[in-house]
């Protein structure tokens, strides 16, 4: 647990470009902030409000090289970071920077190789111009070889174009209307390439519930994994988050109702993927040779689970079922089911339809038990976008909700919410066991009330009854 | 990397428990300067150990599990849960000294011990020892012990039984079975 409040000493902050990928707006501030903390990088970024997350370039600030490449290392969202030498409107206005900028450049001019690039996101630079700008450059006066594959030093020169209006038919029509045009070294690249290494569809072991590679990789970020911590997901169901976090460090757990899900065992024929090998998750762990840090899977309903204590984990990072694709179940009677006097203890568990918001809720209640102070939730909440509102998300006073960030399916949406355990939580979460379980059956009850149609029960969020308006492809029920 | 058969475990239990040692499964991470050469043979070594179900469940996990039947929670009695005809195993696990550490407090000492006693192993001491915050030889030694205990001893295939209501949770395949029956929620 890296302290961050060190005193910060008086290093002077020099400025660098970093050129995002252009999808998943809404993560990319939650994962650089997230990348930050978790790295220890103190950076400097602007404000939300003056962020345009419509421009793949954001201008920050930091210390130097290796903090650059410190979040390289992580962000996925990141395609790479640049040192900037220089910034301007046009290109006039940035040859003007650039050369103000001299002293930090002047080192590679006697000797590095270089090479000189042209980016621009959201368009492409005509041919023809290509020559006359890079001879625009020409005041650099580099002195060493042109080497264009591994070169000591890589300029490159970024225009940044709005995102392109639907009717242009013309390249050249928009050229040279970029909004700001950006020149410097080349430092790193960003984790795009972990997008390929943990994609789905190669791993040895998938489900079709299995989350998408980028995805987990973001949620990794946002629950801060990294060495030496304790990673939980209560629905591991296949195990997608498990490997993103170990990759990035952290000792992970998971647990499951269903065991033959983790298993990887002939079982439903919706468990396993008909183009995926056998071992469960345990194989789909070594080939990432990631078993190493893969403490233990469990067979159980994560709410009627006999933790000794809580405090103890970093982070839980899941995607809970919504009932779907996986159905949503816990453990308990049918309402109005009577147990049998004469039951045998290896009968089958009974299972009950586990509702949405009591999902949410328990699931929250078990973070603020398990988690330590500083300790991340990280987790998918599906909603309807005709009716979201921002208080559907559960709350909880300790906890604070970090980031909301949201993946557009058009008529429903799943939001990555992320919540941190307050720091001031210390010792609360020693919490007599007895109480905390009568805590959560009393809000299960409330919930439970609530949707027996009382009339005096809140307005329902729009997760409620998720299931049967996906089915019902989300036309309202006239009421 | 094609997967590999996997040869089953013949499980040969005696009336308690048996520790089998089974050789140490051989992951060779790369390392940045390691040659061609180093890396094939590397590969060529590790296609001979046969790839396997993780094995669990880890002290760790059991000194952090209690019953939680019904009545059970509040009673006293309900942790740690007793291990019956178990089939140990040692499996590797990564070394974080901060970690252990930090996870060192959480730790319920004597519910370990009794464990570890109960599976044969003598390693660590009755009483919980101090650790210091400095890092010499023997507090290395200590929490390579103590790693080696709470991480890499690990149960493939045995019970779990809670000494309160004797429910029995399986562990098979390394994976234990939590789950309740109908009149235990």
Known sequence: MADNSKPSEAVPLLPYLILF?????????????????????????PPDELCNLQSACMVVHLRGDEDARKLGSRGVLVKSIYELYGLGKTYDE???????????WAKYVPD?????????????????????????FGYLSLSGRVDLKNPDVRLVTVEDYPPKAANVGVKAFNDLRFRNVFFGRKVCDGQRDLIKKFD???????????????????????ALAGPGKLHYDPFA?????????????????????????????????????????????????????????????LTADVTRVGWRRGGILDGIITDPPYGVRAGAKRLGLAPGAVVPPNLKPTS???????????????????????????????YFLPTVNDEYQPTDVPEHPGMRLVANSIQDFGKWARRLITMEKKRDMEGVEEADEEELIAAMRRLKADWEEAEMGKPEAARSVSHQDFRVKYFNRFTPVAR | MKAVARRKSKSRTLSNLRISPRPRN?????????????????FLLQS????????????????????????????????????????????????????????????????????????????????????????NEAQEEFLKLLHRALLELSVKEGEMVCQNCGHVYPIRDGIPNMLLAAHEV
């Open chain 2, 48 to 135: 001979l150990f046969v790839p396997r179900y993780l094995s669990m469940v880890r002290l760790i996990t059991h000194n952090l599990l209690t019953c939680a039947v019904k009545g059970c929670v509040g009673s006293g009695r309900n942790f740690p849960l007793q291990f019956k005809n178990v089939q140990l195993e040692i499996r590797e696990a990564e070394f974080n000294p901060a970690f252990l550490r930090n996870f060192f407090n959480k730790l319920d000492w004597p519910a370990l011990i009794s464990s570890l006693r109960e599976l044969g192993d003598t390693s660590l001491p009755d009483t919980r020892p101090e650790l210091s915050a400095d890092e």
């Open chain 1, 348 to 378: 089958f568990p009974p299972i009950q339809d586990y509702a949405l918001p009591s999902l949410a809720s328990d699931l929250l209640l078990t973070a603020f038990h398990l988690l330590r102070p500083g300790g991340r939730l990280v």
């Open chain 1, 21 to 45: 990928s252009q999808s998943l707006l809404s993560y990319r501030l939650p994962e650089l902030d997230s990348i930050a903390l978790v790295t220890n990088v103190p950076l400097v970024r």
């Open chain 1, 237 to 297: 169901g296949t195990g997608s988050m498990l490997y993103l976090s170990a990759h990035f460090g952290s000792y992970v757990f998971g647990s499951d109702l269903d065991g033959r899900q983790m298993r990887g065992q002939a079982g439903a024929d919706r468990i396993k993927h008909p183009k995926a090998g056998d071992g469960g998750i345990s194989a789909a762990a070594e080939s990432y040779r990631l078993q190493n840090r893969f403490i233990d899977l």
């Open chain 1, 200 to 222: 789905v569809k190669k791993r040895r072991y998938f489900g079709n519930t299995s989350m998408e590679a980028e995805i987990s990789i973001l949620m990794a970020n946002q």
């Open chain 2, 26 to 42: 051989l992951y060779v991470a790369a390392h940045p300067r390691s040659s061609n050469a180093d890396l094939f043979f590397a």
């Open chain 1, 112 to 136: 590095a190789s270089y090479a000189l690039d042209i980016l621009a996101p959201n368009h492409s630079v005509p041919r023809e111009r290509w020559a006359e700008t890079l001879k625009g």
């Open chain 1, 94 to 104: 940035l040859h003007i920077d650039v050369q103000a900028s001299r002293s930090r």
